[in-house]
């Protein structure tokens, strides 16, 4: 018996559906589990090492092509799900992939320019929005808003998709982080998929929180086995959350969720609430960098995950309480959004964004504070905005 043959395929699928979403989910976690110890002998016996700057949060050079295994897991998989014939989305993805994927490499590789990378974005976009199962043609009544012109779909399609694979792709940054995010975000969205009545979509989220799971034993690992998803990781996974957030955001059967107060005008801030984390990190450290007079691209210590480490936490537990963080903030959204419409809930989002933001502002001078307090004897402290700097006197 061929397993991989179509009708095979399709009778286990319509049997045993929820077995089958768990071997799909297996599948792409022992996968992973596999390829990584692959690339990662690879990567040392070519001496491929991320090197150490003084930004990083490692001593050692450890190499950066998680982003390998992701992508090959991500083609079997999906390759092996356009059997079932429920989307025919699976081939655009994998092109879209493939853009993003080879520009995230050869960042990894010799450094990418930030006009190839957005190119590759906005390539990758370009394979999906033109989809008849994602089309924008209304927002549902968010604000008062229901038609919109098909143009602005498309717009507003490529600016989700190209800001949420660089918000993504600015929480990695310390290990674990990004693949926490990613297994909150994708297994909250499987379950909303689940609801609604959407296999394809629930399959691809558990693949994507497979992939990540599987890729957390590496990342949190020391010494020989550890790896970081790098660029060719991050871009790869950001696109793959744009995407599923996209079907979220044009999905027309909300019925079973509108029955536990689900409101389907509040799905742009559901959304939100999902993606909690890489939107507020980036929106907080645009914000932080322009009031520094710098400008939003360069790199700084800014990111949540920074304030964290610099008070004191470890890579893993840094990750798990903003990966906490998140999954209350999703908590907190369904509570009130079954008495809140659009505009009630659009300023709710406000403030537990201005919340989240105060919190971390006190923790960040917390954090000053407590540097200052060890500096050296004979070390002079040059105060300018946000920034400190250290001299010797």
Not at 76 to 96: C, D, E, F, K, Y
Not at 262 to 280: H, K, M, S
Not at 283 to 293: E, S
Not at 375 to 385: A, F, Q, S, T, Y
Request: glycine residues 8%.
């Amino acid at each position: 018996m061929n397993l991989l043959d179509q009708d095979i395929l399709l009778d286990l699928f319509h049997r045993y559906y929820i077995f089958f979403a768990g071997c799909v989910f297996l599948l792409a976690f022992c996968l992973t589990w596999y390829f990584t110890p692959k690339v990662l002998w690879v990567s040392r016996e070519k001496d491929l090492m991320k090197e150490v700057n003084e930004r990083s949060s490692h001593q050692a050079s450890i190499p950066p092509f998680g982003g390998v295994s992701f992508f090959l897991v991500l083609v079997l998989v999906i390759s092996i799900l356009q059997a079932l014939r429920t989307s025919p989305t699976g081939n655009h993805l994998i092109i879209g992939l493939t853009f993003l994927f080879m520009a995230g490499l050869k960042d990894d590789l010799v450094i990418s320019t930030a006009k190839l990378k957005f190119f590759s974005q906005l390539c990758a976009a370009g394979f999906i929005i033109f989809s008849p199962e994602l089309q924008l043609t209304s927002l549902h009544g968010f604000w008062g808003i229901f038609e919109i012109p098909e143009v602005l779909g498309y717009a507003l399609k490529v600016l989700i998709v190209v800001a949420l694979i660089n918000a993504y792709n600015l929480i990695d940054g310390i290990d674990g982080l990004a693949s926490i995010a990613g297994i909150v975000i994708s297994i909250t969205y499987a379950t909303v998929f689940y609801a609604t009545g959407h296999p394809y979509y629930v399959l691809l989220s558990l693949s994507v929180a497979g992939i990540l799971g599987a890729f957390l034993r590496f990342n949190f690992s020391r010494g020989g086995r550890k790896i970081f998803m790098g660029d060719g990781g991050s871009l790869v996974m950001g696109f793959m959350i744009a995407f599923l957030s996209l079907k979220i955001l044009v999905m027309q059967s909300y019925e079973p969720l509108m029955k536990e107060g689900f409101v389907p005008e509040n799905r742009l801030l559901f959304a939100l609430a999902v993606l909690f984390l890489p939107i507020f990190d980036t929106l907080r450290v645009i914000i932080i960098r322009l009031k520094n007079g710098k400008t939003p691209f360069e790199a700084d210590r800014n990111h949540m995950h920074h304030v964290l480490l610099d008070n004191g936490l470890s890579h893993k537990k840094a990750s798990f309480v903003l990966g906490g963080l998140n999954l209350a903030v999703i908590v907190i959204y369904m509570m009130l959004s079954r008495d809140l419409k659009s505009v009630g809930m659009s300023l709710a989002m406000l403030g537990v964004f201005i919340a989240v933001a105060i919190a971390f502002e006190a923790l960040r001078r917390k954090a000053v504070r407590k540097s200052l307090r060890k500096r050296p004897k004979g070390v002079k402290v040059e105060r300018r905005r946000d920034e400190i700097s250290v001299s010797s006197s």
